[in-house]
Structure formats: structure tokens, C-alpha cells
């Protein structure tokens, strides 16, 4: 989509009045489009032109669905920015559909594999990582020094070892520990120590002193993976506070001398061939823009649905970038009782922003509004469509984990930031991530593969070393959203068996960053 090509305005359905421009820099005012309409003003990439007269009060559509109301006549052919719009008023949680849609009715998809670690517990990892649980931030100085000696030392002879995670987070003392919502971070950070990446070999550094005591956040029997090898074994832990410690660098020397059997018997491990089944894919899209919704998520969506037909799992997320579509979820709930826990949760987190006197609005970023999204009503619309079209089977309460009978499409409740959500799907057990972007965003996660999605060419062509895929070539008209989303779905595969993305070549990995909605003291 250069500037010089031929004037491009997408329409969503037809029902909308109005368009998203999709020339690389826009269209100057005065630019006739295919329909004959003139543009009154200039108006950048991915923002929208009224493609009729609209009056003041009038819904504008987009998804033939309202994203604002006008705050004043717009006269056709104008640039419909987030100031000449009223934010509509989010549904209320009452008197939604339920269970309403018709399921699909599709024909499985078989014979499709990867090569992934298998667990003694069943569930597969994509990657064989050394994961260090901390209980407390007061020691991620000392884990982050430990885990470059092991990087250095150690991991060249334990070749089939894909690499030592410091799982650091600014968690374990100072906070009320006991208070409603406490329970949230503390047991992500338990259920990511579990994830599938990490086979099974828990170790643990405490300081000593803290409240988040390892035996709290790990108590006997909430390892199955290493209780299936040793039954009567404790809990692998390095206390820095403990005696024996004297010195900085019998710390270090303990952690590493400590991660040594752990190496062996995840070195020991090699991939086998598994059915696609065993995929747990968390989406998600961060530094959105209008094409977001237009490229990129319905290629995701696509994707899952293939995934889905597959029997693997798909996590989506992002309470308040699906808050505004509430009642598409409720009505393609598998069961009256899933699309009640959909409303419980959404519920939950609507008071959770109401006790901090801030509401949905607040998500929409600058650069959201910057690449064409309006307001959090119009980002949702977008945002939604990376679910596909698969009935919701199941709903995770923030921090909870996947049981093994937990198949298909689920909501994983979490809040919108890109680092939180990421971290409470690595807790729901996600072996597999795929990230869309219209601005661009370098993130990346050490403890699980993201496969980062560019939803237009110019970012795709910029970023040529940061974006794993291009799916503005649908807005250029090169493949159609089914062709990307069978394309992302080899890929994925592909890097479920090893192929690196991106993020992991140029070792850029975000911190994780836990949920707490319960007070610090």
C-alpha cells in the first residue's frame, strides 16, 4: 500500500457509513476513492471517512455495529476522528444471550503434527527450558547472576537443553498477602512453574524472610510432574538466608551446583512426533491499530478455528477489549453455564476497575488512537474477531490452570496489558503464543515461543526483523484472510517443533509480570 497506488477505503460490512483508509500515508483532501465520494480533509492510514452524510446523534458503524455516536454533523467524504465521537454506553451484564448460536458443525482436521517434549503428566512442551521459580523480587539479582553461569557453564554440555528461565517478578513480600485477590498471583506464579516448557523440574530460590514462603506457593502435591518421579520428595529449594551461605558466591556456586540434575534429565529428553491436539495457544494483540481488526486478528481467528477443528486449545483474553462485544460471547457459550462464568468474570472485573474509580475507557492507548481506533468500543470489535467462530467451552478464572479435559476455545480471564495477560496464559498452561501489532511492539516471552503478526505491510517491511508475519498482505489484496490463517497455522507448527521466531533469535523477552489486585502494605 504505497502512497502513490490507487486510493484504498475498506469497509467492514455494509451496513457501515463508514471506511478505513488503507494507503500508506494516507489520502490527502480532495482524493477521489472508486465509489466517487471526495475526501473533505486529509485523513491518515487507517482512520476512517464518513462514506455518507451523518447527522449529529447518529450511530456511526463500523462491523455494522455502533463505535460512537456523532457529537456534531459530518458531512460525507470527512475524516471521522475519536473527537467528533461519544463513547457508547457498554452493555449491561443482564438479559444477555446465552448459549444462543447454533455450534459449527465442522468436519475434524486430522494428520496434522509436531515435534514436541512430552511430559510425564501428558501435556507437551514446544520448548526444554530450565525454569528457576523466585518466591520474592528481594532475590532476582542473585537468580539473574546464577543463570548466566549456567548459560555459560553448563548449558554447552546439555545440548538438547533449549535454554535457563529466571522466572523474576516483582511479587513475595510487602503485600497483604492474605487479602481478598491475594490468591491471584500467588498462584500463577505456582501454575507457571508448572508450565509445559519446563518438564516437569521445579526449583525454587527463596531469600527466607519473605511471605511468600515456598512451601505457600508450592505445598506438597502441587508438582504432579516431579511428585510422578520422586513421591516423597521435597521441594528443591536454595534459601539464601540459610547458614550454610557464606558469601555472595556460595549463593551462586549452591544455585548452579543445585540446577545440575535438573539439566540431566531434561537433556535426556528428545522431541517425538505428537498430534496437533496437544497445542495450548494463547492470542493476543498489543500496539493495535485499525487494521488490527481488518488483517491480522481475523487471520488469528481463522487460525484458531482450524486449531479447534485440530482438538488443541485456544486461550483468548483481554477483559476489556472483549467487555464491549459481551454479548457475542455469552450467545456462542457452548452452555447457559459457560456463558454464566463469562458474565461472573467480566462482572468481577468491572468492579475491580469501579474500587480503582477507573472504567473501560481507560485502555484505549495513544497510539491506538494514532493508528485509526477511536475508542475501546471500536478496538473491541477488532480485538474480539481473533477468537474465530468456534463455540467458548470453557472460562479460566485469572491464574488458574488448564485441566486436561479442557479442550477448545476458552476465555482466560485477564486484564488488557500485554506483560499481565501474557503472564496469566503462561499460567493457564499456554505452550505456544501468537501476538498481532498495527504500531509494532519488540515483545517476547523467554519461557514460551511468541509468534508476533504484523497487521500491515509497512510495519512488516520495517520491522523485517522483528515481525514472523505479514498479514497486511490481505489489505493489499494479495491472499485472502483464509489462505493467512492456514499459513499461520503451518507456521505455528513449525515453531512448536523448534523453528525460532524472531523474538527468541534476538533473545528479547519481557518480564512477567503478575496480577495483584489485593493491596500492598
Same mark, same amino acid.
Given at each position: 500500500?504505497?502512497?502513490?497506488?490507487? +486510493?484504498?477505503a475498506?469497509?467492514?460490512?455494509?451496513?457501515?457509513?463508514?471506511?478505513?483508509?488503507?494507503?500508506?500515508?494516507?489520502?490527502?483532501?480532495?482524493?477521489?476513492?472508486?465509489?466517487?465520494?471526495?475526501?473533505r480533509?486529509?485523513?491518515?492510514?487507517?482512520?476512517?471517512? &464518513?462514506?455518507?452524510?451523518?447527522?449529529?446523534?447518529?450511530?456511526?458503524l463500523?462491523?455494522n455495529?455502533?463505535?460512537?455516536?456523532?457529537?456534531?454533523?459530518?458531512?460525507?467524504?470527512?475524516?471521522?476522528?475519536?473527537?467528533l465521537?461519544?463513547i457508547?454506553?457498554?452493555r449491561?451484564?443482564?438479559?444477555?444471550?446465552? &448459549?444462543?448460536?447454533?455450534?459449527p458443525?465442522?468436519?475434524?482436521?486430522?494428520?496434522?503434527?509436531?515435534?514436541?517434549?512430552?511430559?510425564?503428566?501428558?501435556?507437551?512442551g514446544?520448548?526444554n527450558?530450565?525454569?528457576?521459580?523466585?518466591?520474592?523480587?528481594c532475590?532476582?539479582?542473585?537468580?539473574?547472576?546464577?543463570?548466566e553461569?549456567?548459560?555459560k557453564?553448563?548449558?554447552?554440555?546439555?545440548?538438547?537443553?533449549?535454554?535457563?528461565?529466571?522466572?523474576?517478578?516483582?511479587?513475595?513480600?510487602?503485600? &497483604?498477602?492474605?487479602?481478598?485477590?491475594?490468591e491471584? +498471583?500467588i498462584? #500463577?506464579?505456582?501454575?507457571?512453574?508448572l508450565?509445559?516448557n519446563? $518438564?516437569?523440574?521445579?526449583?525454587v530460590?527463596?531469600? $527466607?524472610?519473605?511471605?511468600?514462603?515456598?512451601?505457600?506457593?508450592?505445598?506438597?502435591?502441587s508438582?504432579?510432574?516431579?511428585?510422578?518421579?520422586?513421591?516423597?520428595?521435597?521441594l528443591?529449594?536454595?534459601?539464601?538466608?540459610?547458614d550454610?551461605h557464606?558469601?555472595?558466591?556460595?549463593?551462586i556456586?549452591?544455585i548452579?551446583?543445585?540446577?545440575?540434575?535438573?539439566?540431566?534429565?531434561?537433556?535426556?529428553?528428545?522431541?517425538?512426533t505428537?498430534p496437533?491436539?496437544a497445542?495450548?495457544? $494463547?492470542?493476543q494483540?498489543?500496539?493495535?491499530?485499525?487494521?488490527?481488526g481488518? #488483517?491480522?486478528?481475523?487471520?488469528?481467528?481463522y487460525?484458531?478455528?482450524?486449531?479447534?477443528? &485440530?482438538?488443541?486449545?485456544?486461550?483468548?483474553?483481554?477483559?476489556?477489549?472483549?467487555?464491549?462485544?459481551?454479548?457475542?460471547?455469552?450467545s456462542r457459550?457452548?452452555?447457559?453455564?459457560?456463558?454464566?462464568r463469562?458474565?461472573?468474570e467480566?462482572g468481577?472485573?468491572?468492579?475491580?476497575?469501579?474500587?480503582?474509580?477507573?472504567?473501560?475507557?481507560a485502555?484505549?492507548?495513544p497510539?491506538?488512537?494514532?493508528?485509526?481506533?477511536s475508542?475501546?468500543?471500536?478496538?473491541?470489535?477488532g480485538?474480539?474477531i481473533?477468537?474465530?467462530?468456534?463455540?467458548?467451552?470453557?472460562?479460566?478464572?485469572?491464574g488458574?490452570?488448564?485441566?486436561?479435559?479442557?479442550?477448545g476455545?476458552?476465555?482466560?480471564?485477564?486484564?488488557?496489558?500485554?506483560?499481565?495477560?501474557?503472564?496469566?496464559?503462561?499460567?493457564? $498452561?499456554?505452550?505456544?503464543?501468537?501476538f498481532? #501489532?498495527g504500531?509494532?511492539? +519488540?515483545?517476547?516471552?523467554?519461557?514460551?515461543?511468541?509468534?508476533k503478526?504484523a497487521?500491515r505491510?509497512?510495519?512488516?517491511?520495517?520491522?523485517?526483523?522483528?515481525?514472523?508475519m505479514?498479514?497486511?498482505?490481505i489489505?493489499?489484496?494479495?491472499?485472502?484472510?483464509?489462505?493467512?490463517?492456514?499459513?499461520?497455522?503451518?507456521?505455528?507448527?513449525?515453531?512448536?517443533?523448534?523453528?525460532?521466531?524472531?523474538?527468541e533469535?534476538w533473545?528479547?523477552?519481557?518480564?512477567?509480570?503478575?496480577?495483584?489486585?489485593?493491596?500492598?502494605?
Amino acid at each position: 500500500m504505497s502512497a502513490s497506488s490507487a +486510493p484504498l477505503a475498506i469497509q467492514m460490512h455494509a451496513g457501515d457509513n463508514v471506511a478505513i483508509i488503507a494507503n500508506d500515508g494516507g489520502l490527502p483532501a480532495n482524493t477521489v476513492l472508486p465509489s466517487g465520494l471526495v475526501l473533505r480533509d486529509k485523513v491518515p492510514q487507517g482512520h476512517k471517512v &464518513a462514506l455518507l452524510d451523518i447527522a449529529q446523534g447518529q450511530a456511526i458503524l463500523r462491523y455494522n455495529v455502533p463505535v460512537g455516536y456523532a457529537k456534531q454533523d459530518i458531512a460525507g467524504g470527512s475524516w471521522v476522528h475519536e473527537r467528533l465521537l461519544d463513547i457508547p454506553a457498554a452493555r449491561e451484564l443482564q438479559d444477555l444471550p446465552m &448459549a444462543s448460536v447454533v455450534q459449527p458443525q465442522w468436519e475434524p482436521l486430522q494428520g496434522f503434527t509436531f515435534e514436541g517434549f512430552v511430559n510425564a503428566d501428558g501435556s507437551v512442551g514446544t520448548r526444554n527450558l530450565l525454569a528457576i521459580t523466585t518466591t520474592v523480587q528481594c532475590v532476582a539479582g542473585v537468580v539473574s547472576v546464577a543463570v548466566e553461569r549456567i548459560r555459560k557453564e553448563l548449558l554447552p554440555h546439555y545440548p538438547n537443553v533449549d535454554g535457563v528461565v529466571g522466572l523474576e517478578h516483582t511479587y513475595g513480600c510487602g503485600v &497483604a498477602i492474605d487479602a481478598p485477590g491475594a490468591e491471584i +498471583p500467588i498462584r #500463577t506464579l505456582r501454575n507457571i512453574s508448572l508450565n509445559p516448557n519446563f $518438564g516437569g523440574e521445579v526449583m525454587v530460590v527463596s531469600l $527466607g524472610c519473605e511471605k511468600l514462603q515456598p512451601d505457600r506457593l508450592l505445598p506438597a502435591g502441587s508438582f504432579p510432574i516431579q511428585d510422578l518421579r520422586e513421591p516423597d520428595a521435597a521441594l528443591d529449594t536454595v534459601c539464601l538466608q540459610h547458614d550454610s551461605h557464606v558469601g555472595f558466591v556460595s549463593m551462586i556456586d549452591d544455585i548452579v551446583a543445585r540446577a545440575k540434575p535438573h539439566l540431566e534429565r531434561l537433556n535426556a529428553r528428545r522431541r517425538q512426533t505428537v498430534p496437533a491436539s496437544a497445542l495450548v495457544v $494463547g492470542v493476543q494483540c498489543g500496539g493495535s491499530d485499525a487494521f488490527s481488526g481488518v #488483517t491480522a486478528n481475523p487471520a488469528v481467528g481463522y487460525m484458531a478455528d482450524l486449531l479447534v477443528r &485440530a482438538g488443541a486449545t485456544i486461550l483468548f483474553s483481554e477483559n476489556t477489549e472483549v467487555r464491549d462485544a459481551v454479548e457475542q460471547l455469552t450467545s456462542r457459550a457452548a452452555t447457559p453455564a459457560v456463558a454464566q462464568r463469562i458474565i461472573d468474570e467480566l462482572g468481577w472485573y468491572d468492579q475491580y476497575l469501579d474500587r480503582g474509580r477507573a472504567d473501560r475507557t481507560a485502555n484505549t492507548t495513544p497510539g491506538n488512537k494514532a493508528g485509526g481506533l477511536s475508542n475501546i468500543a471500536e478496538k473491541a470489535m477488532g480485538s474480539i474477531i481473533k477468537s474465530g467462530s468456534a463455540a467458548i467451552s470453557h472460562v479460566l478464572s485469572p491464574g488458574n490452570k488448564l485441566k486436561s479435559d479442557q479442550k477448545g476455545l476458552v476465555f482466560a480471564a485477564t486484564p488488557a496489558s500485554d506483560f499481565i495477560c501474557g503472564t496469566l496464559q503462561l499460567a493457564a $498452561g499456554m505452550n505456544l503464543h501468537v501476538f498481532t #501489532t498495527g504500531r509494532g511492539t +519488540p515483545y517476547g516471552l523467554a519461557e514460551c515461543p511468541v509468534v508476533k503478526v504484523a497487521t500491515r505491510t509497512d510495519l512488516a517491511t520495517r520491522w523485517h526483523d522483528l515481525m514472523d508475519m505479514n498479514a497486511g498482505r490481505i489489505a493489499d489484496g494479495q491472499i485472502t484472510i483464509e489462505e493467512a490463517g492456514w499459513e499461520l497455522f503451518h507456521l505455528l507448527l513449525d515453531v512448536a517443533s523448534g523453528r525460532k521466531t524472531w523474538a527468541e533469535k534476538w533473545k528479547l523477552h519481557n518480564a512477567l509480570v503478575l496480577f495483584n489486585p489485593a493491596p500492598i502494605t
